[in-house]
């Protein structure tokens, strides 16, 4: 295999791109940069910032294992790898990829969190609706649980997406790809209370295209609604592990156990794949298998 020029060299045409070819957000370019940045610091450390070749690899992923990453942390990693070897070889950089034969650490299989109905009830009345903030806040919370967002996707709205008449939003989410997303009533009666007393309160008179905006001006960071969700749910009685995508889980759950089909679950959810949207039927099995135990008089 021909070596590049440099590993640098080969991590910045990658990065270039996955933003202009391929159109990734940029959390995940931040992502692939990390995890390239990484690798780029043991190649200069350990053969002189070449890129790395198989045995480099196998090198690279047994120091991955040492420094305690977890197996979900290191299959991220190998996924970056192997786009990056991938991109390498269409463009004729190299004549075979050594990052195929890279073995894959084992997933374990988790049930995703989520919260039951009466958490979610809880949850949403702890905003603040008598300031402008709460008022956002509950919109926000409400919006996420009806809709299924990703946090990303939920601050990055645009006031042109949302079609409240109808009851649908437009949302950008991976890959720069759009998608309608229905909601329900209690989320359309909480986003026109923000709209109507909360939102021209906040931006006092500037102009935004987010739909959910702070005090000055700009929209809401997903770091600031995490720490404001983390509060809300300590106020609830939820002090472990409660973020957005708890909340995108819980959506997805209880759509299943209402129902509802696993492609329909996928288009809402934005998934390209249905092996990713497959995970929810764990949950779903769980619940029943607990229902069975329950309620069946030989359970």
Not at 52 to 59: E, K, Q, T, V, Y
Not at 108 to 115: A, Q, V
Not at 149 to 155: A, G, I
Request: overall charge positive; aromatic content about 8%; proline content about 5%.
């Amino acid at each position: 295999m021909p070596l590049s020029p440099s590993f640098s060299a080969a991590r910045e045409a990658f990065l270039d791109f996955c933003r202009i070819e391929k159109g990734l957000s940029p959390n995940s370019l931040l992502a692939y940069d990390r995890d390239l940045q990484r690798l780029e610091t043991f190649s200069n450390l350990a053969f002189d910032g070449l890129l790395p070749d198989a045995g480099h690899l196998l090198r690279y992923l047994d120091q991955l294992y040492r420094d305690g990453l977890g197996p979900r942390s290191i299959a991220r990693h190998l996924s970056t790898i192997r786009n990056l070897y991938s991109y390498l070889l269409r463009e004729g950089r190299i004549n075979e990829d050594p990052a195929s034969a890279l073995p894959a650490p084992r997933q374990p299989r988790k049930i995703p969190k989520y919260l039951n109905s009466t958490q979610v009830d809880n949850l949403v009345t702890k905003p603040d609706t008598s300031k402008p903030n709460g008022l956002r806040d509950r919109a926000m919370v409400s919006l996420l649980y009806a809709s299924g967002l990703r946090v990303s996707e939920l601050c990055a709205l645009q006031l042109s997406g949302l079609n409240l008449e109808m009851g649908l939003v437009t949302v950008t989410g991976k890959g720069s790809k759009e998608r309608l997303v229905p909601m329900g009533a209690e989320a359309i009666h909480d986003l026109r209370r923000y709209l109507h007393d909360a939102r021209h309160a906040l931006l006092k008179g500037r102009a935004s295209r987010f739909l959910f905006v702070t005090t000055r001006g700009g929209p809401l960071t997903r770091q600031a609604f995490w720490k404001s969700l983390r509060g809300y749910g300590r106020q609830s009685g939820i002090f472990q592990g409660l973020s957005p995508h708890v909340l995108r889980h819980t959506f997805a759950t209880h759509l299943l156990e209402g129902g509802a089909d696993l492609r329909s679950l996928q288009t809402l959810l934005g998934h390209a794949d249905i092996s990713t949207t497959q995970i929810y039927t764990h949950v779903a099995r769980t619940r029943l298998r607990a229902a069975l135990d329950s309620h069946h008089p030989r359970a």
